[in-house]
């Protein structure tokens, strides 16, 4: 079984460019979320799809982060500006249901370096 | 609010030797917990999860955990590393609905 694809697996850029990110998730899987994982911390939930419809973007910062799921299957996620402090590693995970104690399977990561 | 607090750093164990990693939440229920692994330049893998029942729970490459709720606590640990397992081991709650918080993470070190 494939697992979670992403790509690209690094990117550089300067501030206040565009980037954009996307992730291929485990066939079946309903429920996608988008991590940002800075440096020295934990990942932390950007947004979560359930096919595709947005279940929480709470945390995503609107202003300059997008993300879409069209068709319910892969997902891109976007920032347009792009500022210093976005440098992270981008992970994208997929479930086979919504349930957040079901077992998220994780993709290896977009590396954002922003200069 | 819910949390989850994983207060080593860094750790350096020598090869064979035990291992635990400390993991504390906060969370006013039952929480849903677990220990992800992370190596260089890939993704989180799962080593193991609980969600309810036996409080000692088995994992993958020879990993356990124990939940111990008057502790709030759940700690991984092995009886015998293996320098393969050096890597970012990160415990994580899922608090019900759509939230689901990691630790801030803590790097292992083997040394021969």
């Given amino acids: 079984e494939a697992g979670v694809a992403q790509s690209p697996r690094y990117k550089i850029i300067e501030k206040r460019q565009s980037v954009a990110f996307w992730c291929n998730p485990i066939s079946g899987h309903a429920t996608l979320y988008w991590y940002q994982q800075i440096l020295?911390?934990?990942p932390k939930l950007l947004i979560q799809f359930q096919n595709n419809g947005v279940v929480d973007d709470s945390q995503l910062?609107?202003?300059r982060f997008s993300a879409e799921r069209l068709k319910g299957v892969d997902s891109t996620l976007k920032i347009q500006p792009a500022k210093l402090e976005d440098s992270a590693?981008?992970?994208?995970?997929?479930?086979?249901?919504g349930a957040p104690y079901n077992e998220q399977f994780f993709g290896p990561g977009t590396r954002l370096t922003v200069l | 609010?819910?949390?989850?607090?994983?207060?080593?750093?860094?750790?350096?164990?020598?090869?064979?030797?035990?291992?635990?990693?400390?993991?504390?939440?906060?969370?006013?229920?039952?929480?849903?917990?677990?220990?992800y692994v992370q190596s260089p330049g890939q993704g989180l893998q799962l080593l193991l999860k609980y969600f309810s029942g036996d409080t000692?729970?088995?994992?993958?490459?020879?990993?356990?955990?124990?939940?111990?709720?008057?502790?709030?606590?759940?700690?991984?640990?092995?009886?015998?590393?293996?320098?393969?397992?050096?890597?970012?081991?990160?415990?994580?709650?899922?608090?019900?609905?759509?939230?689901?918080?990691f630790g801030t993470?803590?790097?292992?070190?083997?040394?021969?």
């Fill in chain 1, 40 to 42: 020295g911390q934990g």
């Fill in chain 2, 56 to 101: 000692l729970v088995q994992g993958i490459k020879g990993f356990e955990a124990e939940f111990k709720r008057s502790q709030s606590s759940f700690n991984l640990r092995k009886p015998s590393v293996h320098w393969s397992d050096a890597a970012e081991y990160f415990c994580a709650v899922g608090a019900g609905g759509n939230q689901f918080y």
């Fill in chain 1, 89 to 97: 590693v981008y992970l994208c995970a997929s479930v086979q249901r």
């Fill in chain 1, 61 to 63: 910062p609107k202003d």
């Fill in chain 2, 1 to 35: 609010a819910q949390s989850v607090t994983q207060p080593d750093i860094h750790i350096t164990v020598s090869e064979g030797a035990s291992l635990e990693l400390r993991c504390n939440y906060s969370y006013g229920a039952t929480p849903y917990l677990f220990w």
């Fill in chain 2, 105 to 112: 993470g803590t790097s292992l070190t083997v040394i021969p």
